[in-house]
C-alpha cells in the first residue's frame, strides 16, 4: 500500500510538470487575453481561415486567387459588417513616437499574444494612427502616459479610400500574402486606455 501512495505522489509530480514543460512565453510579452470583442476575433478568424486555405493551393496562381479573394472578404467585412469601426478592441503598442504635440502610434492586434514581440509572429494587423493634441487633447493625454508593449483598449474608425477600408500590399511594394497575414491600415484613433 505504502509503494502505490509512492507511486501515484511520483504520477501526480510528474504530471504536474509536465504541464509547464511546454511554456515558451517571453517574459516581456503581454499575457494572452481572451476577454476581446467578437468582431475583433472575428477578424482574425477570416484570415485564419483564408490564409490555411491559400496555403493549400497547387501552385502560386490558385494561391494568388485565393489571396485576392480573402483579401476582398476582409476589406467587405470591414466596410459592410463594421462600417469601418472598432469599439474596444485589444491591441499590442508596437510603435509609439512624437513631439510637439504629434504623436504616431503603431497597434499589432493578433491571436498570438505570445509571439508578439518576435519573429514568429504569423497572422496580425497593424493599425498606424496619429494623435494631434490640438484636435484630440484627451486621446493625447492619455498617449503621453503608453510606452511600447503596452496592451490597450481602442476604439475609432478605419480609413476609407472610395467609400471602401483598402488593404492593397502589391500597391506599397509588399507581399501579396500581407494582405491575409499582415495588413496594415491607417487607423483614426478615438479613444485608449491601458489594459489591466
Known amino acids: 500500500m505504502k509503494h502505490h501512495f509512492i507511486y501515484a505522489i511520483g ?20 499575457k494572452v487575453d481572451t476577454a476581446r470583442p ?11 481561415d483564408a490564409d490555411s486555405v491559400a496555403n493549400t493551393q497547387i501552385n502560386d496562381l490558385n494561391k494568388r486567387a485565393v489571396i485576392d479573394s480573402g483579401a476582398k472578404a476582409i476589406a467587405s467585412y470591414l466596410t459592410k459588417t463594421l462600417n469601418a469601426k472598432v469599439d474596444n478592441w485589444v491591441a499590442y503598442i508596437n510603435e509609439l513616437d512624437g513631439s510637439d504635440g504629434l504623436a504616431t502610434i503603431q497597434f499589432t492586434i493578433t491571436k498570438d499574444w505570445e509571439k508578439v514581440n518576435s519573429d514568429g509572429l504569423q497572422i496580425h494587423v497593424t493599425l498606424t494612427a496619429g494623435v494631434n493634441n490640438n484636435k484630440n487633447p484627451d486621446v493625447f493625454k492619455v498617449v503621453k502616459t503608453l510606452k ?17 477600408v483598402n488593404n492593397d500590399p502589391i500597391s506599397s511594394g509588399l507581399n501579396p500574402e500581407f494582405a491575409l497575414t499582415g495588413p496594415e491600415y491607417d487607423f483614426n484613433l478615438t479613444s485608449i486606455k491601458k489594459r489591466n
Open 148 to 164: 511600447k508593449g503596452d496592451l490597450v483598449v481602442i476604439s475609432g474608425e478605419f480609413e476609407k479610400s472610395g467609400g471602401e
Open 11 to 30: 504520477l501526480l509530480f510528474l504530471f504536474s510538470c509536465g504541464q509547464n514543460s511546454g511554456s515558451t512565453s517571453d517574459s516581456n510579452s503581454p
Open 38 to 48: 467578437k468582431e475583433e476575433l472575428t477578424l482574425i478568424k477570416k484570415m485564419v
